[in-house]
């Protein structure tokens, strides 16, 4: 086991307040912890949509960049023809993205009650099929 001598004892108490205030400094500049956001109004609901790749897919991502024109959402019982469009966060996107996890791409507060579907409108020049469009 190892004993610290008085010298020691001196450059580990400088290194432990170098270590702190780099530490408070660098909270100072990047915080991590915010204020949560506020609870949405009475009778709404935060909807966030993300793209994912389904698990066990297997095959080459597409190049280049996929753009996103629209997302819409459908409420349950509204007419065939009637959907919500969601406004995006993110117009486009890189396939290669979804190997690392998600890519969000809305991020909304909606009036509370059953939606049965979404759909997802990529570009006409995107090399990804779109299976459902408007």
């Not at 170098?18 to 991590?32: C, E, G, R």
């Not at 349950?76 to 993205?97: D, K, S, Y």
């Not at 049965?116 to 990529?122: A, F, G, M, S, T």
Request: glycine residues 14%; charged residues 15%.
């Amino acid at each position: 086991m190892a004993q610290a001598t008085p010298g020691m004892r001196g450059r580990i108490s400088i290194a432990g307040l170098v270590a702190l205030v780099i530490h408070l400094a660098a909270s100072a500049v990047f915080p991590s912890h915010i204020s949560p956001p506020p609870p949405p109004p009475p009778g709404h609901g935060q909807l966030l949509v993300r793209l994912v790749r389904p698990g066990g897919e297997q095959g080459r991502l597409p190049e280049g960049q996929v753009p996103v024109e629209a997302i819409g959402l459908h409420r349950a019982g509204a007419p065939a023809g009637e959907w919500v469009r969601l406004p995006l966060i993110r117009t486009e996107f890189c396939p290669q993205e979804l190997l690392g996890g998600q890519v969000w791409v809305a991020d909304v507060l909606l009036p509370a009650g059953e939606y049965d579907q979404i759909r997802v409108h990529v570009g006409g020049r995107s090399q990804v099929p779109a299976k459902s469009g408007y």
